[in-house]
């Protein structure tokens, strides 16, 4: 699979999410709750600062809140095993949560005038929703698509440091980084339905 990012965030800091996973299983805390509750701080802290060009702090908040996607699914393999229904909810979150970071981003640099800038977020907000789409259609199809350069991980990370880095005073950081990972989503999407059409051209023919 090709990734900027190879590192398997999960192995990382297992031994760190699987402790707090087991104690809120024993609070009585549900999966389903953190991941709500994740992609709710995540939006907040999109929407409160982000939108209003505090990148540092809404960059900061946000990746707090994006750990949850570890903590919950952690916390589901401990306990009754994943659902259909709480991986459906994980999924549908992270779009809730894609579309308060990007559109917060672009809300923030209309304000601005910045077209330019606008339009690199709007091609990272739709090519992304696309990416998952692509994958999730095919596997509903019975065809795998985990496929491409820049997945959510590498979205998330790179529009982060972008925000980092213009919150610490360098303006084209995140502009850059919007305009790089735009191009990187929408090859991302021709490589997933490139996969999908080798795979069920595959399929036909054997």
Same mark, same amino acid.
């Given at each position: ?5 190879? %590192?398997?965030?999960?192995?990382? $800091? /297992?031994?760190? @999410?699987?402790?707090? !996973? =087991?104690?809120?299983?024993? &609070? #009585? ?7 709500? %509750?994740?992609?709710?701080?995540? $939006? /907040?802290?999109? @929407?409160?600062?982000? !939108? =209003?060009?505090?990148?540092? &702090? #809404? ?27 709480? &991986? ?119």
């Amino acid at each position: 699979m090709a990734k900027i990012f190879s %590192v398997d965030a999960r192995a990382v $800091v /297992a031994h760190v @999410v699987e402790p707090v !996973a =087991r104690a809120l299983l024993r &609070a #009585g805390v549900n999966p389903n709750a953190v991941t709500v %509750v994740g992609t709710a701080g995540a $939006v /907040a802290g999109a @929407v409160g600062f982000g !939108a =209003r060009g505090h990148f540092i &702090a #809404g960059t900061l908040i946000v990746t707090l809140f994006a750990f949850t996607d570890l903590l919950d699914g952690t916390m589901a393999r401990l306990s009754t095993g994943p659902t259909r229904f709480g &991986a459906a909810l994980d999924s549908t979150m992270d779009r809730v949560a894609d579309g308060a970071i990007f559109g917060s981003v672009v809300y923030w640099y209309a304000t601005q005038g910045d077209e330019p800038t606008v339009v690199a977020g709007l091609i990272c907000l739709v090519s992304g929703q696309i990416v998952s789409y692509v994958k999730a259609r095919a596997e509903g199809l019975g065809i795998g698509a985990n496929v491409g350069i820049a997945e959510r991980l590498e979205r998330l990370v790179l529009v982060g440091l972008g925000g980092l880095i213009t919150g610490a005073g360098v303006d084209w950081g995140l502009p850059a980084a919007l305009w790089l990972l735009a191009v990187l989503s929408v090859v991302t999407v021709w490589q997933r339905i490139s996969h999908v059409y080798r795979q069920d051209r595959r399929g036909a023919t054997s």
